[in-house]
């Protein structure tokens, strides 16, 4: 296979993985729908970040020493479990209290808050270490030149910014915000189970 050929399979591939839902699609859709565009694409950027990181971690081998010491990916998938785990619980006691007064409502959180959300959503998930080395594994052969890996990574950054920036707009829209609005309590009761839900099947996942 020619390496563009390669690339363009990894392409379709990365961006069907990148757009089934998951954590990261939960939380853009909540921080863009409450917060608007520039807080949706901050979570973005985000998460975006932590897939780079990801890419690097696997490239740079890592997954030969979870493989030499199994207990550091346990730990950190059950790290990662319960970091989601309270984000849901969050998102589920935010959707039971009823609203503050506008006197009383807390400052907005700022851009490096959604920022550091998406970040952290995207790092405390260690299967992304499984998938990106599965991925790299099946079209990238070791020893790969340097520039198809940096084209492997840059495929990667673009499927994140393509996918959660529309979907960080899409549900930043004013007519998504006010339908949000009206049912915000059942929205986010429902995003914090799914949440709780990615949580619990991260902690009790056996591989």
């Known amino acids: ?4 050929s390669l690339l363009a399979s990894l392409f379709a591939v990365d961006f069907l993985a990148t757009v089934s839902p998951g ?24 998460i975006l970040i932590s897939a780079l ?3 690097a971690v696997v490239l740079s081998g890592l997954t030969v020493l979870f493989r030499i010491a199994p207990w550091l990916y346990v730990a950190m998938k059950i790290g990662g479990g319960l970091y989601l785990g309270y984000i849901g619980f969050l998102l589920l006691r935010g959707g039971k209290r ?25 790092l405390t998930n260690p299967k992304a270490v499984v998938y990106f080395s599965s991925i ?22 673009f499927d994140c910014i393509a996918w959660y ?17 009206r049912l915000k309590r059942w929205v986010e009761r429902a995003a914090g189970a799914v949440m709780l839900g990615f949580g619990l ?7």
């Open 1 to 4: 296979m020619s390496p563009f």
């Open 23 to 46: 954590p990261a699609f939960v939380v853009v859709t909540q921080v863009a729908a409450r917060r608007g565009t520039r807080a949706g694409l901050a979570t973005m950027l985000g």
């Open 53 to 55: 990181i990801w890419c």
């Open 98 to 122: 009823p609203e503050p007064k506008p006197a009383n409502r807390a400052p907005e959180p700022s851009l490096a808050h959604s920022f550091r959300k998406g970040l952290l959503v995207g």
């Open 136 to 157: 790299f594994t099946l079209f990238l052969k070791p020893g790969a030149p340097l520039w198809l890996e940096g084209a492997a990574a840059a495929i990667v950054a």
């Open 165 to 181: 920036g529309f979907v960080g707009v899409i549900f930043s829209r004013e007519r998504v915000r006010r339908l949000y609005g």
């Open 201 to 207: 099947r991260l902690v009790l996942a056996r591989d």
